[in-house]
Structure formats: C-alpha cells, structure tokens
C-alpha cells in the first residue's frame, strides 16, 4: 500500500503562511499526478494545486498568486507553499497521488487554521 504522509499543518494569523509537506513511501516518478486538495466542515472535498508527471501544474481560482506547488524528486516529497492565508483557506488538507493503473491515494490530511 502506498503510503503518504502530510506535515506542516497548524493555526496561522491572516495574512501569514505555511508550507505543507507530502511524503511518500516510494519514487513520485511513479505517480501519473500529485495533488493537494482540501475539505472544510461540511463541504466536499474540492482540488487545491495538482501538477501532472510531465506537466505544469494548475490552481484552484480561490489561490492562484498565493499557492506554490512543488516536488522534491530526491526527498520525494511533495509540497505546498501557502501565502496570504485567509479565513476561507480554512480546511483540513490532503495529498494525493494517481498512478498509471488507476490508482489513487490519499494521507491522512493535516488542519490548517487561519484565524487572529
């Protein structure tokens, strides 16, 4: 089982930033897609940031200009910087992973909050 484990969660002041981090058990050359997608009480679970093998990556209109999506290939992990965090950034966040075969992947999520 593939295994993914996010970090980097916590309570943040608007206006402030975080940086998420996605760790996985094996080489992310193998994934077809990552991606970061969040879920606030009650709501469903909508896409964040997502970037293909060989693709750029794309964003959610809402965080376009504050979010960043990266991947360290050496570490594979994968990333999400988050600037300009606001109140509606609130959610629980979750990495994802798609493979070839139709597989896909889900960590555990971590809480961001952003409030004074």
């Known amino acids: 089982q593939v295994q993914l484990v996010e970090s980097g969660g916590g309570l943040v002041q608007p206006g402030g930033s975080l940086k998420l981090s996605c760790a996985a058990s094996?080489?992310?050359?193998?994934?077809?897609?990552m991606g970061w997608y969040r879920q606030a009480p009650g709501k469903q679970r909508d896409l964040v940031a997502r970037v293909m093998r060989y693709g750029s990556p794309n964003y959610a209109d809402s965080v376009k200009g504050r979010f960043t999506i990266s991947r360290d290939f050496t570490k594979n992990t994968l990333y999400l910087q988050m600037n300009s965090l606001n109140a509606e950034d609130t959610a629980v966040y979750y990495c994802n992973a798609e493979q070839g075969d139709g597989g896909t992947y889900w960590g555990q999520g971590t809480q961001v909050t952003v409030s004074s």
């Open positions: 094996l080489t992310i050359f193998r994934f077809n897609a």
